[in-house]
């Protein structure tokens, strides 16, 4: 071996193995500091992005969960109103409906607030019926509302506020339906012969009779007579 072959292996100090790097010094190493300040902000923002899902998918579980409960809530209510109406009868199933009535499932209520307003009615009470009649027209479906705007006529009219039942069904008769505007006329034919607004009701009777196809046609001529009696010995 020649010198000069000699002095060039002895000037080559031993390279040796670095201690303890981990992956972010040698990522580093190989790729500077710059590069390394990126891949930190991108693992950073990975780890926000996982957070976040985890988030989601806690919120997705909590919704699943809480739609569940809701189905529990409505299958409860369902069998405690379906036994209220099937054991109870008169003044116990009213009572048994009030007391359902802050445990019924939001869907249910409507109904609910129907078979109150009747059970009530059935025993004559009209405090109560008118109560869950306005119920059911905050509550109720649209096709629904007529119905219970004259229940709520009905017990105002059973209470001797024959006025507010005048003015309840005058309203309605500007909206009612060709199938529900008899009963709406009936209705507010009897009360403006409550409230002594004679000319009102003679009115209406005549209305219903014009339409009347046979079956009432009797009992709204006695009516419409009566009526007219009145009126002639108010003015005599």
């Known amino acids: 071996m020649s010198a000069k072959e000699k002095h060039s292996r002895e000037s080559l100090p031993e390279q040796e193995a670095p201690e303890g790097k981990g992956f972010g010094d040698r990522f580093e190493a190989e790729i500077g500091t710059q590069s390394r300040a990126f891949f930190d902000k991108l693992v950073e923002h990975w780890q926000k992005l996982a957070a976040a899902a985890a988030v989601f998918v806690v919120l997705i579980a909590g919704y699943a969960g809480f739609n569940a409960y809701q189905e529990r809530q409505l299958a409860n209510s369902e069998q405690a109103l379906s036994h209220a109406l099937l054991e109870y009868h008169g003044a ?61 006529a009905t017990a105002l009219l059973h209470l001797g506020q024959a006025a507010e039942a005048v003015t309840e069904l005058t309203t309605l008769r500007a909206g009612a339906s060709e199938e529900f505007l008899p009963l709406v006329l009936l209705q507010l034919a009897e009360a403006a ?44």
């Open 92 to 152: 116990e199933r009213l009572e048994a409906l009030m007391r359902l009535r802050g445990e019924m499932a939001e869907p249910l209520l409507p109904r609910h607030h129907l078979e109150a307003a009747k059970a009530a009615q059935d025993i004559g009470d009209w405090a109560t019926a008118l109560e869950y009649w306005k119920l059911l027209v905050e509550v109720g479906p649209d096709n629904w509302k007529a119905l219970a705007r004259v229940g709520r």
């Open 193 to 236: 012969e409550a409230d002594g607004n004679w000319e009102l009701a003679l009115r209406t009777f005549e209305e219903l009779q014009a339409r009347e196809d046979g079956q009432q046609s009797d009992y709204l001529a006695f009516k419409a007579g009566q009526i007219r009696q009145r009126m002639a010995g108010e003015s005599s």
